[in-house]
């Protein structure tokens, strides 16, 4: 079980680039697979990036390639989402997710975090 955490959000304009990390307490982080999702006001919770325990397979939602990268360091039980090129069809707050299998639906992860803001002005 592990239970992650995440920071870096805030406020950037429109073609600024941050980067959140997610920091995933608990026993075994390096076999769990990890995504990202976000949720912006009035929509459902989508799909934004995916990497596998092993960081040979990553999956990218089609609104993000080429702008964000997904990539982890198991030594620091950490997982990174770059974002490039922020448009403010990108503000939305932000949720780290785990499970022992790669997914790219909601339901694919039992393990959540509290989630963080990330607002892109125009």
């Known amino acids: 079980q592990v239970q992650p955490v995440e920071s870096g959000g805030g406020l950037v304009q429109a073609g600024d680039s941050m980067r959140l990390s997610c920091k995933a307490s608990?026993?075994?982080?390096?076999?769990?697979?990890m995504g990202w999702f976000r949720q912006a006001p009035g929509k459902e919770r989508e799909f934004v990036a995916a990497i596998a325990w092993l960081a040979r397979n990553t999956d990218y939602a089609d609104s993000v390639k080429g702008r964000f990268t997904i990539s982890r360091d198991n030594a620091k039980d950490t997982v990174y989402l770059q974002m490039n090129s922020l448009k403010p069809e990108d503000t939305a707050n932000y949720y780290c997710a785990a499970d022992v299998r790669l997914g790219v639906l909601s339901r694919d992860y039992a393990y959540w975090g509290q989630g963080t803001q990330v607002t892109v002005s125009s």
């Open positions: 608990g026993r075994l982080f390096s076999t769990y697979a």
